[in-house]
């Protein structure tokens, strides 16, 4: 399976994507805006559908959509114009139609959408990887950097504002990172499971984990593995990536919560 | 040498609603003990609120060491429980997830360094949770986790405690720990302490001022200069 060229880049860029979709949902899950990356998926479609409508590559004008709507929902949540659901519905919903409208519009409604909306292992080309590999590796330090300053946030989030930390600048940037997940993710998972990849790891992690650290670290763990699994389902099986990745992963969460109700 | 906390003419209510606080006057010096008591929905919590710029005045000023509260820079100067605090997180916390989380605003990004460990350490210390450092907070009694948020407020060093009903569901003999405790920062540290509580018990005795607030400040003065007419029963217990 490795002697494949393309199979190669699938695992080098799914291996980062395992790590930094769990790493970023982490503080989704945390805020209860777990539906959130599939707000900005949605308006990551949109985006596609502006590629396609306006001949650029898709990547970017979906990772350029995915932030847009990413700021959309947190400046309605932030200045309280809306509930955080309501915020997310209208986002979600406009990013839908948006996108079918204008993919119509382009004559693009064909098996190339399909890979983008459920991901492809035969998609990711060595530009592609550069791409993720900056992007991802750049996400992730960030994380690491901030990761105590948005713990505090995450726990405490008025007695950080008394304290004096920077809560709407590490708000913004969890729904920043958010869309640039989204957006490197979307080629390996696509943009309608990349959220699932974001939140199963961290709601199975939570079962079994005893400290806020471990929490985060088998996230990753389990975020990592569940794409590794799924890659390698997705190639026997001929089945595409992004559902044999979730699939891992809902099974991954399955395992978790039996463990939890045994060791109780 | 300005004055920790300045209320001037301050008037607020909520939105539209009813005014909640009028022609409030506060000073607090630094390193003054000051409670503040008063009945449910007096404005105690209002009051903190906005001494610590989280709430806008509609009228009058509030100053935190001479700047305006709202922008008052050198926050990691206050420690604040909130009344009813809980974590807002899914995952597991530890004890010392929390208390950690208390040294954030001092160091917010990197790791953390001895100082700040030791610093984690001394809070967990002065609250007696020591042992119970690695254990999970939701395993622990409602007053256990009440003290992890009390040393969250202490890990900062703060210059400024405000703390509102820290005693809510804590036994006796641990209210004795934090009135000695408080005491301990107030005296030794020169500590600044705002405390808000229905019930005094074994803090009583350290306070060298108190407050009370019904929409407006009703009393202010030591504590034994308490017109018996204010005498609420169920603050008059030894
Ligand atoms: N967020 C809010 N929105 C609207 N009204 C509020 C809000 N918080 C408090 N109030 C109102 O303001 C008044 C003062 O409330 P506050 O919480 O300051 O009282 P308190 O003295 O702390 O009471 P308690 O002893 O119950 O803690 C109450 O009438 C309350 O209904
Ligand atoms: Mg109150």
Redesign the pocket.
Known sequence: MLDLEFMRLAFAAGAIVGVLAPAVGFFLVQREMSLIGDGIGHVAFAGVAVGYLIGVSPVWTALGAAIVGAAGIEWLRARRKAAGDQALAVVFYTGIAGGVVLISAAGALNANLFAYLFGSILTVTRGDLAVIAVLGLGALAVVAVLLRGLIAVALDEEGARVAGLPVAMLNGLVSMLAALTIGVSMRIVGILLIAALMVLPVIAAQRVAWSVRSTMGISILFGLGSVLAGLTVSYYGNLPPGGTIVLTGTAVFLVASLVEAVAR | MPLALELRGVDFS??Q??Q??TGVDLLVEQGEFVAIA????????????LALGLERPSHGEVLLYGESARSFRDRTSIGYLA?RTTIGLHAPATVRDVVEAGRAPVRPYGRLRRDDREAVDQALERVGLRELARRRLSSLSGGQQQRAFIAKALAAHPRLLVL??PTTGVDVEAQDALGALLHRLHEDLGVTILY?S?EFGSVERYVERLVL?RERIVFDGPPSELPGLWHDPSHSHA
Request: net charge neutral.
């Open positions: 909520y939105g609603g009813p909640v606080l008063g009945p449910n929905g007096g404005g105690k919590t209002t009051l903190l609120r009344q509102d009903e808000v229905h607030v």
